[in-house]
């Protein structure tokens, strides 16, 4: 699977994940790579980054650059401050405006507001992205390890039922690039936080241990079972065949870096 290029004036195309659960119904989605935006080495070149280090200038035209390949030129773009943690935030209409939303410490946010594109920036971690046809909702969610086992993802849905009645049943998502099991090698207190959060019956989050006998893991399929576990049918739920760490020309990756490095984007909105 490869990404979609999309023309944005002034610069290289902007190439695109997009998942079959997410397209149409009135969604626009798309899961970004380091190529097409201004940023210069490190970070070159589509850094969405806020705190990378990178030119404060750049990331700016880069997010401009994002929302035009979506088709959302001049739109709103809603973030979070990440802290790998479990809270949800709604933002747009019925929630905190867009400004407000920049500085709130939270790992997932959603929007019922037409034209309000809401994103998560991740460089391994994963990016997942819901979208609630019958309730007019979308969701950006950020799961590291630690969101992974506090079940952020989970919490985001539980938030739609509360609020809007939610069916899960009904909800579609999309989990886009991260680091791979084959290369995400973890200490004990992770699989044990971990186990503590997944249905009993899911398993296949566990990877074999590597040959020096540390354990791996699969996050993505990890979040995937959290969606399944809250009744979200496995045909509803996408996936980009992508690992961070391996293809260092496509994507940021923390851990292959040591760091400093820029971010993806996982952005959704609901067409204006």
Known sequence: ????????????????????PLEGGGVVHGFSTRLGGVSRPPWDSLDLGTSTGDDPGDVARNRERLLAALGLAGRPLATVRQVHGSRVVRVGAGGLPVAAAEVVEADALWTTEAGLAVAVRVADCVPVLLHAPEVGAVAAV???????????????????????????????AGIGPAIGAA?????????????????????GWRYADSP????????????????????????SI???????????????????????????????????
Do not use: K
């Open 183 to 203: 290369r995400y090698e973890v200490g004990p207190e992770v699989v044990a936080a971990l186990e503590r959060s997944q249905p009993p019956e899911e398993r």
């Open 212 to 235: 020096h006998g540390r354990a791996r893991v699969d996050l993505g399929e990890a979040n995937a079972a959290l969606l399944r576990s809250l009744g979200v049918p496995g045909d």
């Open 238 to 272: 996408g996936r980009v065949p992508a690992c961070t760490f391996d293809e260092p020309a496509l994507f940021y990756s923390h851990r292959r870096t040591g760091g400093v490095t820029g971010r993806q984007a996982a952005v959704i909105a609901l067409a204006p």
């Open 1 to 20: 699977m490869r990404p979609i290029e999309h023309r944005v004036p002034g610069g290289d195309p902007v190439p695109l994940y997009h998942l079959p």
């Open 142 to 172: 950020h799961a590291g390890w630690r969101g992974t086992a506090l079940s952020v993802v989970v919490e985001t849905v539980h938030a739609w039922a509360r609020e809007l009645g939610a069916d899960p049943a009904r909800i579609r």
